[in-house]
């Protein structure tokens, strides 16, 4: 499995570096990820490393992490190879291990979940960029009526089994991004990562939200759930986005203009530590 490892210009902070994780979604390469997310722009102007780890073809025809795979969901499959890179790369190289986060788009996002609730130890939070819901698919087909209906009654049944392998899980902070054009991880899947999030960091279903609308044609609307003055969970909904990262390079498939995520993605996981 190839990666490839960004790092800023620039002295490094004695408590080292801040690291994100990010996984392309199918049909991508890490590099194509990388150029078409413009992260590395961000990341060098934050002080951030960047990891980008890729899928091989011979695991995949389209590159695609199998975040709907029983074993990988378990902490298996496609987990261990990155699993293994990160650990490589965090003795390697000056990494803050407060500061770790795992970040992806599509089967990217739904493998960052997976990463970070196997990991909750290792990664302080997780940013989801049209993901699809944790726990459910159980196969190929599966993962494709998952993308369009979502997990429906397996949804916190999903979560209920990641939190009784683990007494005490820790708090796991999320920015959820989606466009609410996607016809290809359709939209009920944030609302279902919305609810696996607040389950899984103990925040009640009818808890405060704080709704912020910027932009008026082709804007964003941005919903903000605190546990005390912290936001544990940011819900960013972005209009006439369809499956492609926000605010990235046109040029790159999967990506398109609209509100710079690679910069919410950062703020985001620069108020979390772990």
Known sequence: MQYWLYLPQGEVPAKGMPLVLML???QQTATQFAQGTRMNTVAEKKG???????????????????????ATQAGGGDVQPVAAILAKVLTQYPIDRR?????????????ANI?????????AAVGLHSGPVFGVGHGTVGALGVMRHGGGIHTEPAIREVLA???????????????????VVHAVNQQQLVRQSLLLNGVPADAPVKVTRR???????????????KVVLRVVRVDTLDHAWSGGDPQFAFHAKGPDASRMMLEFFGKHRR
């Open 24 to 26: 392309h979604g199918c």
């Open 48 to 70: 951030y490393a960047v990891l980008y780890v890729q899928q091989p073809v011979t695991v995949h025809a389209q590159r695609c992490w199998r975040w709907f795979d029983r």
């Open 99 to 111: 500061r770790v986060y795992a970040c992806g788009i599509s089967a990217g996002a739904g493998l």
């Open 115 to 123: 990463m970070a609730l196997n990991f909750p130890d290792v990664f």
């Open 165 to 183: 392998r683990r007494a005490n899980f820790p708090m796991m902070p999320a920015i959820l991004i989606q466009g609410d054009a996607d016809t």
């Open 215 to 229: 932009g008026t044609r082709s804007g964003h609307e941005i919903r903000d759930y605190h546990v005390g003055s």
